[in-house]
Every structure is written in C-alpha cells, then in structure tokens.
C-alpha cells in the first residue's frame, strides 16, 4: 500500500490529484469550525450528550453538529436523497428506464439526487433547530418570519450543498468517491480528540484490548468487502454485419456484501427514533411517562433489547437493499441479449432463478457481517459501561476501511494504465 502511495506521488498527474483532494478536505475541516450564531453552546453540548440519534448524525458531519458549524448537517440531505432515489428506481418504471441508458442515465440519476438534496436539507434544516427550540438550546427565537431563524435556516442548507459540491469536485478532480471522502474525513477528524482523551486518562489493558479488537475488525470487513463469487460466463460467436465475433469466457463478481453501510444506516435510525421521541415524555405524568420510561430502558443503548434488535434489524434490511441494487432478471436479460449464457444453465428464466439462489446464499454471509460489525460496539459497551463511546464505532470502521480499500484500487488501477502506457503509444 504504502509502495502504492509513493508511485502515485512520483506521477505528476496523480500527485495533483491527490493533494487537490487534501487541499478540499482541509477546506470541510476549517468550515466545521464556522459556527452559525444564536446557539447556547453549553446547552447543545447537554442535549447532544443525551440524544444517541444525533450521535450517528455528528458521525457523518464530522463533528460539525457538536459544534453547530455551518456544515452541521453535513452530507446527511444528499445521503437521504440518494437512498431515495435508489428505491425510487426499483419501482418507479420511467426511472428504471433512464437506469437502463447507461452514461447519460446515470448522470440524469445524479441530477435528480441533487435537486432533491436541497429541499431535504431545508426541512432538515427546519426540523433540527425546531428541536434545539423545543430544548431551550436556541438563544435566538424560533419563528419563521424571524430573520434569525430564516438565516440559519438558509446557511444550514447552504452548508450541506457545499459539501455535495466538495465531494462531486473530489469525484470529478481527484481519487475516489467523492462524498464518501467527506464522511471519512468527518469520521478520521475524531481521532485527535480520542487520542487526546487516552493521554490524558491512559488505561493500556483497555488500550490493548481495543487494539486487538480493531485489527481483527479491519482484517474481517477487508476479507467480506472483497469477497465475491465469481460465477463463469461464456458468450458464443456472433455475426455482426459482416465481422465475426469470436466467443469467449469470462465472469459475473457477485460481491458478498452488496448493501455496503445503507443497511446499518437503516437499522440505526429505525431503532434510535422510538427512544428518541419517547425522552422527551419521560417526565410526563401517568401512563404516558410509565411506557416513555420503559422504551428509554429497554430501547435505549444500554439495553441488551437494543443489541438484539440492532443486529436482527440490519440482517433483514440487507436483503430488503440487495434485492433493490441486484435485478437477477435484468441481468439475466442483458446475458442473453449479448450471447453470454451461465455453462449448464439455460438462458432466460433458469439463469434468473440460479442467479436469485446465488445471491441468497451468499446474502446470508453479508447480513451476518454487517450485523456482528453493527451488533458488536454496543454489545461490548453493554457489558463494559466505561466503553459507551464506541457505541457507533462499527459504523464508522466499515465506513473508513472500505473508503481506504476503494481509494488503493483506484490509485493501482491509475498506476497500471501508466505503467503500460508506453505500449499503448
């Protein structure tokens, strides 16, 4: 890896890339300390400390909603937008249309990604200084024909569609995924505090056992990112006008986790929401306070409830995304349009069905990693108290690793072209 890194700072072009990506992500960081005014600090600090949802928020601002910056809703409004989009497409028939026109389909996708992005980081916008409002955290009154509330209303929203255009520069100009690099480096920009907060109070039992724990993590989610089956494809010769095109044999990668992080990302919001919304009743008289009490006790992170439902949620949403982003009859179809078959399957609805099963099969493997990877922090933190920190921690490593390990293929890939460019000429 590190071999890779120092080829690619040898390539002039690469080592422009490269440092226009540091050079956008050190502008996220300097604008997650722009605060946006008419907040009590002290006050969010509380609430934020007591609200887990806004925990897995602040994962993906980058800290930015701890401090209220300009960027605090981060690229939460595109994420949401593009969840959207992608269920949207599985059963909306004009956008499954426009999925199937390759480039120009895709960047119409894009587009509407976009577009919807903004007036979901409007009502977000809207909603979460509600919420400060209704904890007293705003120092500013909250009406919307106030020019307070109007402003941060805007500069929030402003805020999210910087970093969308941050990250489709970094897709466009630099290496990798653009929007994912965000979140790293919102998720990565945690450290120091972390390390900061070790020196201060070292305990190195628990600094061992958190590092063993970390490699073994790292290890397993590279060993199931990378995993696929690779079922053999072989296309027979064709006549096109008048050239003859050879048959040949090649594959279909069937990765082993198909849903990425969306699963988790689902499991969490669903199983966060219910305790959430029943803290703001625990104070409420009668019946009303008794059952906001019970789900706080039971729902909360600190219930062994939570954990269960945590990794049994994030199983089945695995398989609810999978059957969205993989169509084993499209594929099927786009098999046999182009003369490819499976060797001892028939074309047609016999591939559609092998397919369906090879992908149920290995789904299982899937759901089982992202639900131990999402199960495993609180469950630790569950049965040591002084670990809650690393409530969300699995999250944040999936996301982490899996943005190094698609950044290193595309910087290799970048070095191979340039490596047989010389036969190319």
Same mark, same amino acid.
């Given at each position: 890896?590190?071999?890779?890194?120092?080829?690619?700072?040898?390539?002039?072009?690469?080592?422009?890339? /490269?440092?226009?990506?540091?050079?956008?992500?050190?502008?996220?960081?300097?604008?997650?300390?722009?605060?946006?005014?008419? *907040?009590? $600090?002290?006050? #969010?600090?509380?609430?934020? @400390?007591?609200?887990?949802?806004?925990?897995?928020?602040?994962?993906?601002?980058? %800290?930015? &909603?701890?401090?209220?910056? =300009? *960027?605090? #809703?981060?690229?939460?409004?595109?994420?949401?937008?593009?969840?959207?989009?992608?269920?949207?497409?599985? *059963?909306?028939?004009?956008?499954?249309?426009?999925?199937?026109?390759?480039?120009?389909?895709?960047?119409?996708?894009?587009?509407?990604?976009?577009?919807?992005? +903004?007036?979901?980081?409007?009502?977000?916008?809207?909603?979460?200084?509600?919420?400060?409002?209704?904890?007293?955290?705003?120092?500013?009154?909250?009406?919307?024909? $106030?020019?307070?509330?109007?402003?941060?209303?805007?500069?929030?929203?402003? %805020?999210?569609?910087?970093?969308?255009?941050?990250?489709?520069?970094?897709?466009?100009?630099?290496?990798?995924?653009?929007? $994912?690099?965000?979140?790293?480096?919102?998720?990565?920009?945690?450290?120091?505090?972390?390390?900061?907060?070790? *020196?201060?109070?070292?305990? #190195?039992?628990? #600094?061992?056992?958190?590092?063993?724990?970390? =490699?073994?993590?790292?290890?397993?989610?590279?060993?199931?990112?990378?995993?696929?089956?690779?079922?053999?494809?072989?296309?027979?010769?064709?006549?096109?006008?008048?050239?003859?095109?050879?048959? %040949?044999?090649?594959?279909?990668?069937?990765?082993?986790?198909?849903?990425?992080?969306?699963?988790?990302?689902?499991?969490?919001?669903?199983?966060?929401?219910? @305790?959430?919304?029943?803290?703001?009743?625990?104070? @409420?008289?009668? &019946?009303?306070?008794?059952?906001?009490?019970?789900?706080?006790?039971?729902?909360?992170?600190? @219930?062994?409830?939570?954990?269960?439902?945590?990794?049994?949620?994030?199983?089945?949403?695995?398989?609810?995304?999978?059957?969205?982003?993989?169509?084993?009859?499209?594929?099927?179809?786009?098999?046999?349009?182009?003369?490819?078959?499976?060797?001892?399957?028939?074309?047609?609805?016999?591939?559609?069905?092998?397919?369906?099963?090879? +992908?149920?099969?290995?789904?299982?493997?899937?759901?089982?990693?992202?639900?131990?990877?999402?199960?495993?922090?609180?469950?630790?933190?569950? /049965?040591?108290? !002084?670990? !809650?920190?690393?409530? &969300?921690?699995?999250?944040?490593?999936? /996301?982490?690793?899996?943005?190094?390990?698609?950044?290193?293929?595309?910087?290799?890939?970048?070095?191979?072209?340039?490596?047989?460019?010389?036969?190319?000429?």
């Amino acid at each position: 890896m590190f071999e890779a890194i120092l080829n690619a700072f040898r390539a002039p072009d690469l080592r422009r890339r /490269i440092l226009y990506v540091a050079g956008i992500l050190l502008v996220f960081r300097l604008l997650a300390h722009v605060p946006v005014p008419g *907040v009590n $600090s002290a006050a #969010l600090q509380d609430f934020l @400390s007591q609200s887990p949802i806004f925990g897995l928020l602040d994962l993906f601002s980058g %800290g930015g &909603l701890t401090t209220f910056s =300009v *960027v605090a #809703l981060g690229v939460n409004p595109y994420i949401n937008a593009s969840i959207i989009m992608q269920l949207m497409t599985g *059963v909306v028939p004009s956008l499954q249309a426009l999925q199937r026109e390759g480039e120009y389909g895709r960047q119409k996708i894009n587009q509407y990604t976009r577009y919807l992005a +903004v007036p979901m980081a409007l009502l977000q916008a809207y909603g979460f200084l509600a919420l400060l409002s209704a904890n007293n955290v705003l120092s500013t009154p909250f009406d919307l024909g $106030s020019w307070e509330t109007l402003t941060q209303i805007i500069t929030l929203t402003a %805020g999210s569609v910087t970093l969308m255009w941050l990250g489709e520069l970094i897709t466009e100009k630099g290496i990798g995924n653009g929007i $994912s690099f965000i979140i790293f480096a919102g998720i990565v920009s945690r450290a120091p505090g972390a390390l900061t907060g070790f *020196v201060s109070n070292p305990d #190195l039992a628990r #600094l061992v056992l958190l590092g063993i724990l970390a =490699v073994l993590a790292v290890a397993v989610i590279i060993y199931i990112q990378e995993g696929q089956r690779r079922i053999p494809i072989q296309y027979a010769s064709r006549v096109r006008g008048r050239r003859m095109y050879q048959g %040949g044999q090649t594959f279909l990668p069937l990765r082993v986790n198909q849903a990425g992080v969306i699963p988790i990302i689902f499991a969490v919001s669903i199983l966060l929401f219910p @305790s959430q919304i029943a803290s703001y009743f625990t104070t @409420s008289p009668g &019946l009303v306070g008794d059952i906001a009490n019970a789900v706080v006790k039971y729902l909360g992170q600190g @219930s062994a409830l939570y954990v269960v439902l945590y990794f049994l949620l994030t199983f089945g949403f695995t398989y609810f995304y999978t059957a969205f982003t993989f169509k084993p009859d499209e594929t099927a179809e786009q098999l046999r349009k182009n003369g490819g078959f499976i060797p001892g399957i028939r074309p047609g609805r016999p591939t559609q069905d092998y397919l369906a099963r090879v +992908v149920t099969r290995i789904t299982v493997a899937g759901a089982l990693f992202l639900g131990v990877v999402a199960a495993l922090p609180p469950f630790i933190a569950l /049965i040591q108290p !002084q670990l !809650q920190g690393i409530a &969300l921690g699995g999250t944040g490593i999936l /996301i982490v690793v899996s943005v190094v390990v698609e950044t290193m293929k595309q910087l290799e890939a970048q070095l191979l072209i340039r490596q047989y460019e010389g036969f190319i000429r």
